[in-house]
């Protein structure tokens, strides 16, 4: 079987560590094996990535731009042989990976490309003296991914850093290894010196290994929020940078006046794209009282639609859970959800022929009367939508912000006074008016609350890869200060 390798100095190297199993989610198969990083390897890609930094760092930004913008090509020219291989790891359908997974990290490799030649500081006229920032890396950036979202997520992380003139050692998820590797091939085909993007592979004791290293400055990591405070408490002792991608239990509010095609289009992307394991889903469906019927019927019309399927299946829309464990969990909160709510649609299991070994769960609706309901209030990350009713604009506004999460929000409303309104209410990092979902790497995204700290994409992301220096330049003398 094949082995999954560590990826240090440009190089394929095996993981001296634990070994363990890939599996294909689809069908449970046994696809690799994966070698994980023990402490000395780990040691090895410090000494590589401090000897990448010294090269990457001092070279001109645009040649460092150059090279990431020659890396989007080649993700660009891979993405069929990469979208599968993501299909396999993930178990998401091959009809999202073809066109979202590797093309939106490709994305980001040239916004960001395009971005590197621009850092810049500023000037600062202090009366004859003066001064000026400059913009700094941090050094080795560690990025610590999780498994939804593979290779997206590896590009999200490693492409501000670079661009900024840092270098990463990024560490996959354990239950999704394998494209991770392969964006550290694609680098290096793009010229990308040694060094500067080192994969690591391994579980959370690998991640440990990565937040308490004295000679990394910044963990980036995408997760859940238990595992966001563990990083930031970790990270705590060397002070490190942190940046938190953390979980969500978003609202999306649907007023009497929206356009409900348009409502029904953005409820099914935030609630069943990729089974659901989307963190900004938005899983609390408020719609008005005065509409929830029509509203409904044309969701469960529509979400009838939807095939349950083998992922490599051009038709399928919704492909396997990532495991049985989380299976488990999703399954525990359909049976808690139908002690609780109205199940509307779904809640089963689905067998899949030629899949028998995968977990496929149906696109499941309940109906909800009460925001106490333990699927109402807790992160779910699978294709289970809670749909509840309200009367006013201020009490939708105060339900959808009591959580503790706040990673993302919708309204649908042609009022356009009261979109905004509501929105500019709404506590998340990432509102949507009249769509939902839609993620392009020019915005910021982040989280509020216990969602994360930080943000990625955009501009913002450079504040959180880089360092201001500021210098004073005395173009007076100072004289003696004691005099
Ligand atoms: P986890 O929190 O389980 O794991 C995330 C990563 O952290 C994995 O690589 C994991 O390693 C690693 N890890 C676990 N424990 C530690 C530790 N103590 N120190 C350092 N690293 C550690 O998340 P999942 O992979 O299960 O992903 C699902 C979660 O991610 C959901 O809550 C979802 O909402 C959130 N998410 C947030 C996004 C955002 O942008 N805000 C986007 C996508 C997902 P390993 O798994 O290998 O053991």
């Known amino acids: 079987m094949q082995k999954i390798p560590l990826f240090i100095d440009n190089q394929p190297v095996l993981g001296r560590g634990k070994h363990f199993d890939n599996f294909n989610p689809a069908t449970g198969e046994k696809t690799h094996e994966v070698t994980s990083a023990s402490q000395d390897d780990f040691e090895k890609a410090i000494a590589s990535a401090k000897r990448g930094f010294q090269v990457w760092s001092a070279m001109s930004p645009t040649e460092r731009g150059r090279i990431l913008h020659r890396a989007s090509q080649i993700l660009r020219e891979k993405n069929d042989e990469l979208a599968i291989l993501e299909c396999q790891d993930t178990g998401k359908p091959i009809r999202e990976t073809l066109a979202v997974d590797v093309i939106s990290g490709a994305d980001c490799l040239e916004y960001y490309a395009g971005l590197a030649p621009s850092l810049h500081g500023q000037h600062h006229e202090l009366g004859g003296d003066f001064a000026y920032t400059k913009r700094e890396p941090l050094g080795i950036c560690a990025g610590i991914g999780a498994w939804n979202y593979p290779i997206q997520i590896a590009c999200w992380k490693?492409?501000?850093?670079?661009?900024?003139?840092?270098?990463?050692l990024f560490k996959p998820a354990e239950l999704t290894p394998l494209t991770a590797f392969k964006l550290a091939e694609v680098f290096r085909e793009a010229g990308?010196?040694?060094?500067?993007?080192?994969?690591?592979?391994?579980?959370?004791?690998?991640?440990?290994?990565?937040?308490?290293?004295?000679?990394?400055?910044?963990?980036?990591?995408?997760?859940e929020v238990g595992t966001g405070k563990k990083v930031m408490t970790a990270s705590a002792d060397t002070l490190k940078h942190v940046t938190l991608e953390l979980g969500g239990k978003s609202p999306i509010v649907i007023f009497e006046d929206a356009d409900l095609e348009e409502a029904v289009n953005g409820v099914m992307l935030g609630n069943f794209y990729t089974q659901g394991e989307i963190c900004s889903n938005g899983t609390r469906v408020f719609v008005h009282q005065a509409i929830r019927d029509r509203f409904l019927e044309k969701l469960l019309n529509r979400t009838k639609e939807l095939i349950v399927?083998?992922?490599?299946?051009?038709?399928?829309?919704?492909?396997?859970?990532?495991?049985?464990?989380h299976f488990e969990k999703v399954m525990y909160y359909i049976s808690?959800?139908?002690?609780?709510?109205?199940?509307?649609?779904?809640?089963?299991?689905?067998?899949?022929?030629?899949?028998?070994?995968?977990?496929?769960?149906?696109?499941?609706?309940?109906?909800?009367?009460?925001?106490?309901?333990?699927?109402?209030?807790?992160?779910?990350?699978?294709?289970?939508?809670?749909?509840?009713?309200?009367?006013?604009?201020?009490?939708?506004?105060?339900?959808?912000?009591?959580?503790?999460?706040?990673?993302?929000?919708?309204v649908y409303t042609q009022n356009i006074r009261r979109a905004h309104r509501v929105v500019g209410k709404l506590q998340a990092g990432m509102c949507w008016i009249n769509t939902y979902n839609i993620n392009p790497v020019e915005i910021p995204f982040g989280g509020y609350k216990q969602s994360g700290i930080g943000r990625e994409n955009g501009l913002a992301a450079i504040e959180h890869y880089s360092q201001l220096k500021t210098v004073y330049v005395a173009m007076n003398d100072l004289g003696n200060p004691f005099e």
Do not use: W
């Open 158 to 168: 490693a492409a501000p850093a670079l661009a900024c003139g840092n270098v990463m």
């Open 192 to 223: 990308m010196p040694d060094g500067v993007f080192n994969v690591i592979q391994g579980d959370a004791e690998v991640g440990k290994m990565m937040t308490s290293h004295p000679e990394i400055a910044k963990v980036s990591i995408t997760g």
């Open 309 to 325: 399927g083998d992922p490599t299946d051009p038709e399928t829309h919704i492909g396997a859970l990532i495991n049985q464990t």
């Open 336 to 410: 808690e959800g139908k002690k609780e709510a109205e199940l509307v649609l779904g809640g089963n299991q689905k067998k899949i022929s030629g899949c028998e070994g995968g977990y496929f769960v149906e696109p499941t609706i309940f109906s909800c009367d009460s925001d106490e309901m333990k699927i109402v209030r807790e992160e779910i990350f699978g294709p289970v939508l809670s749909l509840l009713t309200f009367d006013s604009e201020e009490e939708v506004i105060r339900r959808a912000n009591d959580t503790p999460f706040g990673l993302a929000a919708g």
